[in-house]
């Protein structure tokens, strides 16, 4: 049911029933360990390139998610993902090799809630029984698409991010044990004229409160309904920035509680300059630690609002703006 411009609720509150998570080396090291599913210690993963790597996160992070449902692959209708790679080809090779019924998806690092978002529409009007979603991203193959190659030894200023290596999906579902997807806010594009490419969080953090705002407008609640509100990967400059803008509207935003996956990921030791990116930042963050604190009920009700550059390496070189944008997504256990 549509409510207000921009939000969705879902009365037939589809379930989250299982997940898949995998990632690499880098991530093999971080805060969030125990929630993978698989962690890899080559960056390539024996494959031939860092693309079909990527590829390979993702299809390993869709095997681990049926496996754990027992669900097969024959009985899912649709598969919605993306990822940040031109065409984003590793999520259409890797619907070439499931040959599940595919929407490929892209809002840049906001793809995983926009994909979410899309799935719980589909299973909430009865339009699927099944869904799988997710994103991913791979530093090496987005590193070099976006900015320098790695081997390339390029300095980077403190506010740029780390691109995360690695994949999330969840299997939604018409019934079935887990946390509920209840409601989800499309964002709008907002692009207030900042050009570094190196600064994400500070480009980004307009649409996320943009999208916050409208949320809590649409559904008639305030922040406090939510155990926590967790951007993708604002990190260190954008969350900040966006606390700020979240004061000028009025928003109260708990400290404690409004938390970023981006700072989340990593140790405080690993070099990720302001915190962690990637349109597999909020997957791997959202798909593990969170789904299993709402599982362990340590967690009753959030909201994930992903948060997504729309530039590309052209856009760049032509010295164009950053439009970004935002999508939000309530996940909850047991009622509304």
Known sequence: ??????????????????????GGPFEAKGNLTATFDQLYNDLRLEQNSFEQAHQ????SACQHALRKSNITK???????????????????????????PYIGTFSACATSMESLALAANLINSNNANYVLTGSSSHNAAVEKQFRYPTEYGGQKPPTAQWTVTGAGVGLLANKGDGPKVTSATIGK???MGMTDPFNMGEAMAPAAIDTIATHLMDRGIDASYYDCI???????????????LAKQKN????????????????KKDQQVFAGASGSGCSAVVTYGHLINQLNDKKLNKILVVATGALLSPLTVQQKQSIPCIAHAVSIENGGR
């Open 1 to 22: 049911m549509l409510r207000g411009k921009q939000t969705w609720e879902f009365e037939n509150r589809p379930t989250i029933i299982s997940t898949g998570i995998t």
């Open 189 to 191: 594009v907002v692009d």
């Open 74 to 100: 024959e009985a899912v209708q649709f598969l919605i993902a993306g990822d940040l790679i031109n065409q984003i080809t590793p999520t259409s090779f890797t619907a070439r090799t499931y040959q599940i």
């Open 56 to 59: 390979l996160l993702l299809e």
């Open 251 to 266: 928003i109260l935003l708990n400290t404690d509680t409004f938390l970023d996956c981006g700072l989340m990921l990593y």
């Open 230 to 244: 967790i951007t993708g990967d604002l990190a260190e400059i954008g969350r900040s920035i966006a606390l700020e």
